[in-house]
């Protein structure tokens, strides 16, 4: 079993300012994560993801964000966050050779100038 | 260029009413895969098919159904059995069969489901 829990369902940020997105997940084997963005009116987009390589991952918009098995978080961050980064944000977990991911509930980001 | 494409764009249903949702790939690949999403709850996992003919059911499937007949094709109805159905309906797809089939998913533009 599976499940992501995304810890803040909105998070509001000034422009210039660090971003973080919180996710913790939950997985019985060795899990495959993924950030994903979800402009408004526009499909979902990949942001970045982490398939047992390195465990700080970049991607692409200046995100990045740190595996952590220990504390089973896949947290999402970005030094300075510009006013195109408002939008619903998922974290996702799947396991290898299973076509079935779990979507967090999403955190909405809103930017302020 | 390729893509995916959902039509759709709005749809409303009457009670009582079956509705078909169209989804259409022209990448090329395997696995398609349907999405409701709902405020609050993320995506959830409707029915999702890993080649032609053949599809499985998601985390809630009931008051749903697929087909497969086409590689490019997974239309979804949304059934009278399906008491909720208000929802924004995502499809996606993701490349051909390897180790690391959930590499990168692609997501369709969605349709937005009401309830008259």
């Known amino acids: 079993a599976q499940s992501v829990t995304q810890l803040d369902s909105h998070v509001s940020v000034s422009e210039g300012t660090p971003v973080l997105l919180r996710c913790n997940y939950s997985?019985?084997?060795?899990?495959?994560l993924f950030w994903y963005v979800q402009h408004p009116n526009k499909g979902l987009q990949l942001l970045l993801k982490?398939?047992?390589?390195?465990?700080l991952v970049k991607g692409i918009n200046g995100f990045e964000a740190e595996f952590k098995k220990s504390e089973t978080s896949f947290h999402l961050t970005k030094p300075s966050a510009h006013m195109s980064d408002a939008a619903e944000y998922f974290c996702?977990?799947?396991?290898?050779?299973?076509?079935?991911?779990?979507f967090g509930a999403g955190t909405t980001v809103t930017v302020r100038a | 260029d390729g893509g995916i494409t959902q039509s759709p764009k709005y749809l409303f249903r009457k009670e009582g009413q079956n509705v078909t949702l169209s989804c259409e790939q022209n990448?090329?690949?395997?696995?398609m895969y349907w999405y409701r999403q709902d405020p609050g709850q993320g995506l959830r996992l409707i029915y999702y098919?890993?080649?032609?003919?053949?599809?499985q059911k998601g985390d809630i499937a009931e008051g749903y159904s697929v087909s497969r007949e086409k590689k490019e094709s997974f239309p979804l109805t949304v059934t009278s059995a399906q008491k909720n159905p208000t929802a924004f309906y995502l499809c996606?797809?993701?490349?051909?069969?390897?180790?690391?089939?959930?590499?990168?998913?692609?997501f369709g533009s969605g349709t937005q489901l009401s309830v008259l």
């Open positions: 996606a797809s993701s490349g051909p069969i390897t180790i690391s089939t959930n590499e990168k998913l692609f």
């Open positions: 996702v977990v799947s396991q290898v050779n299973d076509y079935k991911l779990s």
């Open positions: 997985s019985s084997y060795s899990p495959s």
């Open positions: 982490y398939t047992s390589a390195a465990t």
């Open positions: 098919s890993q080649i032609v003919n053949d599809f």
């Open positions: 990448l090329n690949h395997d696995a």
